[in-house]
């Protein structure tokens, strides 16, 4: 569980482990939690509130940074469209969103029925439209809608072919916590309690 735990919590703020030293905090401290167990009796009094104290502390500055990522990250995820990975649908022409800082903290919000959205060819703004599986075209000269929660579809101002015109895409939509960010931080919280209990084992006896 401990080591569980860490991996989640890694895997939720990077995927480049090895690159990223800090990482290796709740990885360390699960591994330690694990030995810890092997420890001679005699030992395991300093050792419990060592590896306590740790666990407190990886876990206390792990929901201090995903708050800071939470209140310093931007509403609206902006990114540029590529314009070799586009393909035709509906009368227009599909692309994927680009990925979220972040992404196991975020998600990409109900796009039907947000419309804090921009897509913009080169600098001028699109016309939104919603989408409708019925109509066809899907969008015409100078609209976008949003497909799927992950894929924009949209059609060039001058109804050319966005791989072939030379013009930059930009598009930005907004973002949602993952579910999945606060049941980790809900299982570390919970993990670290445990933890700070079960060391009260080690305490010497009174009575």
Known sequence: LPLGVAVLGVM?????VLLTP????????????????????????RTGWSFA?????????????????????????GGRLQNEAMFTSRGGYGARLPA????GLF??????????????????????VNWSAHSWPAVRQGE??????????????????????????EVAVPLAVSALCFIVLGTILA?????AAACRGYLPRTD
């Open 12 to 16: 939720l703020t990077s995927h480049d």
């Open 22 to 45: 800090s990482l290796f905090l709740p990885v360390a401290l699960g591994i330690g939690g694990m030995l810890a167990v092997k420890v001679e009796p005699a030992q395991n009094q």
């Open 53 to 77: 104290a740790g666990t407190v502390g990886g876990a206390a500055l792990f929901v201090a940074g995903c708050v800071a990522i939470l209140a310093l990250t931007p509403q609206l995820s």
């Open 100 to 103: 979220p800082s972040f992404p």
């Open 107 to 128: 998600q990409f919000d109900d796009l039907p029925a947000s419309q804090a959205s921009y897509l913009r060819e080169d600098g001028t703004p699109l016309r939104r």
């Open 144 to 169: 976008y809608t949003f497909r799927q929660r992950d894929t924009v579809l949209f059609a060039a101002t001058d109804i050319s072919d966005p791989r072939q015109n030379g013009r930059t895409y």
């Open 191 to 195: 993990w670290s309690i445990a933890t």
